[in-house]
């Protein structure tokens, strides 16, 4: 029988089995807890169970707390960090128990599995969660904005509906991008690219030149750098450079910095249009446009000259990047 308990414990290498004496000193040591833990039996047994407990779970005296638990309820379940011997940590389900010899206690048994695995699915799951939850808030406050103001600056019913099917258009061909899945962000040629297709005559696009280093932009700055190179291209397809036949756009950005900061900056020109002049009234558009890009630090240059507008936008790229 003594034979057949050994062999259970030899064979159960993906469980963690350690006994101790009353004091919390090791008296025996599995192969599975050698294989989870690290530590070589001859190198552990005598050491107290301190040893597999995270230095901030000792400080709170957990592994005695732990110790008496089980003295009092008959068990202690735990689910916490752990420490190995390289000083790596894991996530294990534990469980304490007492060792009765005649109804007394003799020590104690603790069994331990690395759940680690499970735990990182379940923090990713709850990061995805929170994340997604953010993004719907964000796209839903923008939505909103956009129906509001559409319909407060058009002149009737069927040109807000075309101004919000536009618009809307734009969000979610942006959110495709987004959710390609690209761990580094959102890349701003293809966002760029997506943004002035969204239109009517798409074979204006050909007339816009865009040019610019690889840079990647974050979940938030991404929405509004769609919308607001929309909100650009719908100008110039109405009243700038691309209402003419012979009329371009040079669409370009750059690292620059901002005060002292790393930053973005991008260029839209209009190039070959009518003249160009100032509006006398600021409408939902433009109040966009010179907004800057939501959740960075930016400045928004607009100049009115003769040739064709151009708009210059400066962002800290660390915002960018990051928002």
């Known amino acids: 029988m003594k034979r057949l308990a050994e062999l259970v414990l030899e064979s159960a290498t993906d469980y963690a089995i350690i ?22 039996r ?46 790596s940590t894991f996530w294990a389900s534990g469980e304490m128990l007492p060792l009765l010899e005649d109804g007394q206690p003799e020590g104690f048994l603790k069994i331990l599995r690395d759940r680690t695995p499970q735990k990182r699915a379940e923090e990713l799951q709850h990061l995805l969660t929170q994340e997604l939850g953010h993004r719907i808030k964000n796209m839903i406050a923008v939505t909103q904005s956009i129906v509001n103001q559409s319909f407060r600056n058009a ?20 959110q495709d991008i987004l959710l390609a899945g690209n761990t580094d962000g959102t890349p701003l040629a293809d966002l760029l690219a997506k943004s002035v297709a969204v239109t009517e005559d798409v074979t204006r696009g050909s007339r816009i030149k865009m040019n610019g280093p690889e840079v990647h932009v974050g979940p938030r700055a991404a929405m509004s750098i769609a919308l607001i190179f929309h909100e650009l291209l719908t100008n110039a397809l109405k009243y700038g450079a691309l209402s003419q036949a012979e009329g371009w756009v040079d669409l370009s950005w750059r690292f620059g910095d901002l005060k002292g900061v790393p930053a973005l900056d ?12 100032a ?45």
Do not use: Y
């Open 19 to 40: 006994t101790m004496d009353l004091k919390g000193l090791i008296t025996s040591w599995s192969p599975g807890a050698e294989n989870i833990l690290g530590w070589p």
């Open 155 to 174: 002149e009737d019913i069927p040109t807000a509906k075309k101004a919000i099917t536009d618009r809307l258009a734009v969000l979610s061909s942006a």
């Open 266 to 277: 991008m260029v839209w020109t209009e190039n070959g249009g009518p003249a160009v002049v």
């Open 279 to 323: 509006p006398t009234r600021t409408g939902f558009g433009s109040r966009l446009v010179q907004s800057g890009i939501t959740g960075t630090r930016s400045v928004v240059e607009l100049e009115f000259a003769p040739q064709g507008l151009q708009c210059r936008i400066h962002a800290v790229l660390k915002d960018i990047q990051e928002n």
């Open 42 to 87: 001859e190198k552990i047994i005598g050491k107290p169970i301190d040893h597999i407990f995270t230095p901030e779970d000792r400080a709170k005296d957990v592994p005695s707390k732990e110790l008496g638990n089980a003295l009092t309820h008959g068990r202690s379940i735990d689910e916490r960090w752990h420490c190995r011997q390289d000083g």
